[in-house]
């Protein structure tokens, strides 16, 4: 029977390319599914992340990692979300993220 992995943290690394935005935010959302068709519940995750805000949205190449404050297990019935919100500058700009790797310990 497996136990399940223990989430620690989420990498992200991302371009912002032409221009910084006026806010970038990352926010990690744990969900567990519902029973029997019941909607599902979503708790938003305690983190810090590597890179100061006015770093994180500064033209350049970026590695931001969010590392969770309590550490949890999750096992098949829950997931875990990365949400990034970007709001772009007057003249607008341009992003590319590139991946996300969680890290985390697996044990079966």
Known sequence: MLKGS???SVEIDYEILTAEPTSL???INKVTRGADGADATVAAVA???S???AT???VDEHKNVLTITTPFWIDNDEYVLVEIALEAGAGGNTADFLDAVANYTFRC
Do not use: E, N, V
């Open 51 to 53: 890179l100061s805000d």
């Open 6 to 8: 223990y989430l620690k």
């Open 47 to 49: 983190k810090t992340a």
């Open 25 to 27: 935010t990352f926010t």
């Open 56 to 58: 994180a949205k500064a």
